[in-house]
């Protein structure tokens, strides 16, 4: 089967992963007055913008069609990879070569397809706005604001879990008993061989935000996804929770009921960038590798 004509089939047939979703029009509420009137995933990280880490993480993992579903105000994400013509031939003039080479391999590096999520309804809702632009393959999908770091790029890890079960794949990672609230837990089906050392976990489904007393493992969905189609039928069936918003958690739950679904403990050190504590954490993780660059 070519690469190019791939489709998935249901039947769970091998393929590839050809298309990496980029949900981005979310408000950014916890970095305002930052993020008032610039997208969150263009705060920088030392010298690169956070959606750039994204970007890369998911051309490391051999994917190279990125979709980015954006909002009001987001603009600059798609200036941020186009040809800026006038600052490449000012920098040109003066000789700066190490950041015209820079600006213009950001503007080489790929190119994106958007897709417009008019009403901010949630991370499902957002998903299902891409539908089109998806086709009726699997997919991955990438939270430019969960940044993961580490020697292999965690989508990598999760694709190698989808081709080994050929299962929907959910990227996870230990929390404590008091942070369960805050994220999405799997409820990992012990009925089932796990593989990969432990790391790839056959699901029963995936719990919203239970307390410690009610999580059903320590393993936290983060950021990282590798669907199937099928999702969209799930996130169209899946009811408007609160504040009308849809949740990707909920969708995915209801399609362990019917294929397998597997979550797969990535390897790296996780920064939830998307907050400020989070945010600066991730500047000193990057800082620290390259000071001898800023020494
Ligand atoms: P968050 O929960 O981080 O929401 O969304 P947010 O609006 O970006 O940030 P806060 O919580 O208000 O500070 C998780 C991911 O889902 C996207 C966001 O852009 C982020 O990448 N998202 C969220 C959408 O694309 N659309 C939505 O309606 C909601």
Redesign the pocket.
């Known amino acids: 089967m070519s690469r190019k004509g791939f489709h998935w089939n249901e039947e769970l047939t091998v393929g590839l992963i050809n298309k990496c979703l ?11 007055p930052a ?1 008032k009137a610039m997208p ?2 263009m705060l920088p990280l030392v010298t690169k913008p956070l959606i750039q880490y994204g970007v890369e993480e998911a051309l490391a993992a051999g994917i190279t069609g990125m979709a980015i ?3 009001r105000g987001k603009r600059a994400i798609e200036d941020h990879f186009d040809i800026s013509a006038d600052l490449e031939a000012i920098l040109e003039q003066r000789g700066d070569i190490e950041h015209l080479r820079a600006v213009r391999a950001v503007a080489d590096m790929v190119h994106l397809v958007t897709i417009r ?1 008019k ?5 499902g ?3 299902l706005m891409a539908q089109d632009a998806v086709g009726h393959e699997p997919f991955a999908v990438m ?4 940044l993961i770091f580490g020697t292999t790029p965690a989508l990598a890890e999760l694709m190698g879990a989808y081709v080994a079960t050929q299962a929907s794949v959910v990227g996870v990672m230990r929390v404590a008993p008091t942070e369960t609230h805050r994220y999405g837990i799997v409820d990992p089906d012990t009925t089932l061989p796990t593989s990969d050392e432990g790391r790839t976990i056959p699901l029963r489904g995936v719990v919203e935000k239970p307390d410690a007393a009610h999580a059903p493992s320590d393993l936290a969905v983060v ?1 990282r996804y590798i669907l199937g189609p099928k999702i969209f039928e799930r996130l169209e069936q899946t009811p408007h929770g609160l504040n009308g ?1 849809i949740q ?1 958690t909920d969708a995915i739950h209801t399609l362990a009921q019917e294929q397998p679904v597997v979550a797969r403990h990535f390897s790296g050190t996780r920064y ?1 960038v ?2 400020p504590e989070g945010w600066l954490r991730a500047n000193l993780h990057v800082a620290l590798d390259h000071l001898p660059v800023f020494c």
């Open positions: 980029f949900p981005a029009a979310g408000y950014g509420t916890r970095f305002l993020t969150k995933e579903v954006t909002g999520q009403e901010q309804l949630g991370l809702h957002a998903v939270l430019p604001d969960d950021g918003e990707l939830d998307g907050s």
